[in-house]
């Protein structure tokens, strides 16, 4: 079980300040450049994430039609053709100018309600060699359990929120039991107080 200073350290991020945000909307997703048989082992991914969290999924949101937007491409230079896509994501050149000098293979964009409460995630893969190695249900959990909340950009540097059991690869148990936590409808859907992390470990104590 985690402790609350395990607990903030998910949540503080690089330059130090503790963030912590969940969605506060039903989440309709999309996703762009894979297969039927992906498309269902994402959409798996997501509805066993959903079941654990409590959260509602929905086909539409009202304000953006899709919220929670999934890209899977080959190259970064492939966005600049999404139509709309530099409406949704603010400099989208100049990030993805960026992104491609790090070599990066991903990245995730939030936005936000006015409380503070996720209302939109758009998740970015480039199948270079590395991800395309990665077993599908493993990319699918991993990136969803990324766009439940907003961990901190460290989060997960160390150690990744999955685990193996058997020749099953599952969310880890204190990630989970966390997630549950999360979502306590109790619980504000946003907070950059530290002492956050105290009411989400007092709750993931009353969960297991």
Same mark, same amino acid.
């Given at each position: 079980m985690m402790d609350a200073s395990e607990? $903030?350290?998910l949540f503080t991020r690089s330059a130090g300040q503790f963030t912590f945000a &969940?969605? /506060? &909307?039903p989440i309709a997703? !999309? !996703?762009f450049g894979v297969t039927d048989e992906t498309l269902s082992v994402i959409k798996g991914a997501l509805e066993a994430v959903m079941a654990l969290s409590g959260h509602k999924? @929905? $086909?539409?949101d009202p304000e953006l039609g899709s919220n929670l937007m999934m890209f899977f491409f080959r190259d970064w230079d492939e966005l600049p053709e999404v139509? /709309? =896509?530099d409406r949704l994501v603010p400099d989208l050149g100049p990030l993805l100018a960026r992104l491609k000098q790090a070599d990066a293979n991903q990245y995730r964009i939030f936005h936000f309600d006015t409380d503070g409460g996720i209302k939109a995630c758009f998740v970015f893969l480039r199948m270079e060699e590395n991800l395309s @190695? !990665?077993?599908a249900e493993t990319l699918a959990l991993s990136q969803i359990v990324q766009s439940v909340l907003l961990w901190s950009d460290m989060a997960f540097k160390d150690r990744s929120p999955l685990a193996v059991a058997g020749e099953k690869t599952i969310l880890r148990p204190d990630i989970a039991g966390l997630i549950r936590a999360a979502y306590d409808p !109790? =619980?504000?859907v946003a907070s950059s107080d530290a002492s956050h992390a105290l009411r989400l470990a007092a709750r993931v104590g009353l969960s297991q």
């Open positions: 607990i $903030e350290a &969940r969605w /506060g &909307r997703p !999309v !996703v999924m @929905a $086909e539409t139509p /709309g =896509l @190695a !990665v077993p !109790v =619980l504000p």
